[in-house]
């Protein structure tokens, strides 16, 4: 087993640097046909960084990137931290107004685009006025040079800017769904915090095959990326999700470790013939991001069995993973199978505590907000003071705005986003306790639980159902998933109402965009949930 981390790493650029140094031949990147060894990587970063520098960028700079998953987010990412400068990733998904906003809001004063967006830069380029050198992958473009004639004019000289602890290592933005993008600042600190998760609970080496599918614009993407790299692994790059060329390329590429968001495994578990393929690779699966119904926690267990299965709670503003759910609590058919709903405990250096109304910590199965102090926490918002100090106490406690409780050993149960509470005759539902329940029905493939306005309840909860194959989509499934949640849950806590979708909108971290599910029924009302 190769032990390749070394002391002289501290600080993202490091990693580059130390890895193109020790063990230049590795291969470090993967995508496609493509392939970087870690010394090709280090070359290819230094010279970004020399492109970066002469286009204007210093330390504290930010570097706007908009593409799919690619090498090329790498070199921009090394490169910019090799100047103490900070690579933004720009979701992929927003709109162009939404994109500009973000490339502003940086003060981003390059922006590198793949080729699939150059609608997008010709829409908002005129817009970004602070923008100075706009850079496209894979060809030229009217107010664009190529990426790689940018790159290639500049020799592979390492600037030798070193960043310090508390220097921003990662600027990833918030999705938006809640209001404007906030732009969360994560420093060197904060990421080597996380570091001895990687290594002694998800078992990340130099000798790893490591699969980056989540958007990199994601901390469960990059982030995660970024972690097995300190290791020296080789990292093997998704450019855009999709079940079936998953699975191949598990077999193909020998994947040892992943994370994934839940919907992926549930999609995944859906493809004909999963049950063929080699997983023999595999050892550890890290999935979080979004909630896992028991159901589909259970057969993937099975299916991917001897594989560790690993849950991670965090959120972008914890720099991921704070509280994880270990194999032992993965037994389907053990002891603890109860521990299956909740998602696990507190991980090294991390604090927790549940917050009632009044400010006030909370006893053992009380549901209230999960509160979070560890060295993981971020620095702040992004030129956002106010909602910095909304977010962080004095005493470094981050508010995660998720509902749930601690139960007596500690472990952690997610009930759901505080905004997303239903409150139905003055009693508190939480969608995610409805879902778990609706998703063991045979006619349900895939479920969201929504509010909706109710003139006796103020509101009740509504099941947008998925129909599963060989279903009815019909008042009489529908009849008979209400009388099942019935025999399961509080009559209070049941959906009065179905309603049938082909599919559930989701953001590229698998999270339900319930926002947009509520606001057909909330249209026009004074009271607005969410």
């Given at each position: 087993?190769?032990?390749?981390?070394?002391?002289?790493?501290?600080?993202?650029?490091?990693?580059?640097?130390?890895?193109g140094?020790e063990?230049?031949?590795?291969?470090?990147?993967?995508?496609g046909?493509?392939?970087?060894?870690?010394?090709?990587?280090?070359?290819?970063?230094?010279?970004?960084a020399?492109?970066?520098?002469?286009?204007?960028?210093?330390?504290?700079?930010?570097?706007?990137?908009?593409?799919?998953?690619?090498?090329?987010?790498?070199?921009?990412?090394?490169?910019?931290?090799?100047l103490n400068?900070?690579?933004?990733?720009?979701?992929?998904?927003?709109?162009a107004?939404?994109?500009?906003?973000i490339?502003d809001?940086?003060?981003?004063?390059?922006?590198v685009?793949?080729?699939?967006?150059v609608?997008?830069?010709?829409?908002?380029?005129?817009?970004?006025p602070?923008v100075?050198?706009f850079?496209?992958?894979?060809?030229e473009?009217?107010v664009?040079?190529?990426y790689?004639?940018?790159?290639?004019?500049?020799?592979?000289d390492?600037p030798?800017?070193?960043?310090?602890?508390?220097?921003?290592a990662?600027?990833?933005?918030?999705?938006?769904?809640?209001?404007?993008?906030?732009?969360v600042?994560l420093?060197?600190?904060?990421?080597?915090?996380?570091?001895?998760?990687?290594?002694?609970?998800?078992?990340?080496?130099g000798d790893?095959?490591?699969?980056?599918?989540?958007?990199?614009?994601?901390?469960?993407?990059?982030?995660?990326?970024?972690?097995?790299?300190?290791?020296?692994?080789?990292?093997?790059?998704?450019?855009?999700?999709?079940?079936v060329?998953?699975?191949?390329m598990?077999e193909?590429?020998?994947?040892?470790?992943?994370?994934?968001?839940?919907?992926?495994l549930?999609?995944?578990?859906?493809?004909?013939?999963?049950?063929?393929?080699?997983?023999?690779s595999l050892?550890?699966?890290?999935?979080?991001?979004?909630?896992?119904?028991?159901?589909?926690?259970?057969?993937?267990?099975e299916?991917f069995?001897p594989c560790?299965?690993?849950?991670?709670?965090?959120?972008?503003e914890?720099?991921?993973?704070?509280?994880?759910l270990?194999?032992?609590d993965?037994?389907?058919?053990?002891p603890?199978?109860?521990?299956?709903?909740s998602?696990?405990?507190?991980?090294?250096?991390?604090?927790?505590?549940?917050?009632?109304?009044?400010?006030?910590?909370?006893?053992?199965?009380?549901?209230?907000?999960?509160?979070i102090?560890?060295?993981?926490?971020?620095?702040?918002?992004?030129?956002?003071?106010d909602?910095?100090?909304?977010?962080?106490?004095?005493d470094?406690?981050?508010?995660?705005?998720d509902?749930?409780?601690?139960?007596?050993?500690?472990?952690?149960?997610?009930?759901d986003?505080?905004?997303?509470?239903?409150?139905?005759?003055?009693?508190?539902?939480?969608?995610a306790?409805?879902?778990n329940?609706?998703?063991?029905?045979?006619a349900?493939?895939?479920?969201?639980?929504?509010?909706?306005?109710?003139?006796?309840?103020?509101?009740t909860?509504?099941?947008?159902?998925?129909?599963?194959?060989g279903?009815?989509?019909?008042?009489?499934?529908?009849?008979?998933?209400i009388?099942?949640?019935?025999?399961?849950?509080?009559?209070f806590?049941?959906?009065?109402?179905?309603?049938w979708?082909?599919?559930?909108?989701?953001?590229?971290?698998g999270?339900?965009?319930?926002k947009?599910?509520?606001?057909?029924?909330?249209e026009?009302?004074?009271?607005?949930?969410?």
């Amino acid at each position: 087993m190769s032990t390749t981390s070394a002391p002289s790493i501290t600080n993202v650029a490091g990693i580059v640097r130390v890895h193109g140094v020790e063990r230049p031949d590795h291969i470090a990147l993967i995508e496609g046909d493509r392939q970087l060894s870690w010394s090709a990587l280090l070359e290819r970063s230094a010279q970004m960084a020399q492109a970066l520098a002469d286009a204007g960028v210093g330390a504290e700079d930010r570097v706007a990137f908009l593409d799919k998953n690619g090498i090329e987010h790498f070199e921009v990412f090394f490169g910019a931290a090799m100047l103490n400068a900070v690579c933004v990733d720009v979701n992929w998904r927003l709109a162009a107004p939404e994109v500009r906003f973000i490339v502003d809001d940086a003060d981003a004063k390059v922006l590198v685009v793949g080729p699939d967006f150059v609608p997008m830069l010709d829409e908002i380029a005129a817009e970004l006025p602070k923008v100075a050198k706009f850079v496209v992958i894979g060809g030229e473009h009217a107010v664009a040079e190529s990426y790689d004639a940018w790159v290639d004019r500049y020799p592979a000289d390492d600037p030798g800017v070193v960043a310090d602890d508390g220097d921003i290592a990662f600027q990833l933005y918030s999705s938006g769904t809640t209001g404007r993008p906030k732009g969360v600042m994560l420093s060197n600190h904060n990421f080597f915090s996380l570091l001895p998760m990687v290594k002694e609970i998800w078992e990340l080496d130099g000798d790893s095959i490591n699969l980056a599918a989540m958007p990199l614009f994601h901390i469960g993407g990059g982030g995660w990326a970024t972690a097995g790299m300190y290791q020296g692994c080789t990292t093997v790059i998704f450019r855009e999700l999709d079940p079936v060329a998953l699975i191949e390329m598990i077999e193909r590429h020998r994947i040892t470790h992943a994370f994934l968001v839940p919907a992926v495994l549930q999609f995944m578990l859906m493809v004909p013939g999963v049950e063929d393929a080699d997983y023999s690779s595999l050892q550890v699966f890290v999935y979080g991001a979004s909630p896992i119904s028991e159901d589909v926690l259970a057969k993937c267990v099975e299916m991917f069995k001897p594989c560790k299965f690993w849950q991670a709670y965090g959120l972008t503003e914890t720099t991921g993973a704070v509280v994880n759910l270990p194999p032992d609590d993965h037994d389907p058919s053990g002891p603890n199978r109860h521990r299956l709903r909740s998602c696990g405990v507190a991980g090294p250096g991390v604090e927790l505590r549940i917050v009632g109304d009044d400010g006030e910590a909370l006893a053992p199965n009380e549901v209230g907000e999960i509160w979070i102090r560890s060295q993981q926490n971020m620095v702040g918002y992004w030129r956002m003071p106010d909602e910095t100090a909304k977010a962080l106490t004095d005493d470094g406690w981050f508010k995660s705005g998720d509902a749930g409780y601690l139960d007596a050993d500690g472990y952690l149960y997610i009930h759901d986003r505080v905004k997303d509470m239903i409150v139905s005759g003055g009693e508190n539902v939480y969608p995610a306790e409805v879902e778990n329940v609706l998703m063991k029905h045979d006619a349900v493939a895939d479920v969201a639980v929504i509010g909706v306005p109710h003139e006796k309840w103020g509101e009740t909860a509504k099941a947008m159902v998925v129909v599963a194959d060989g279903a009815s989509a019909d008042d009489e499934t529908a009849a008979d998933i209400i009388a099942f949640a019935k025999t399961q849950l509080a009559t209070f806590k049941c959906p009065t109402s179905v309603d049938w979708l082909d599919a559930l909108p989701r953001n590229p971290t698998g999270k339900i965009l319930k926002k947009d599910l509520r606001e057909p029924f909330w249209e026009g009302k004074s009271r607005r949930v969410g």
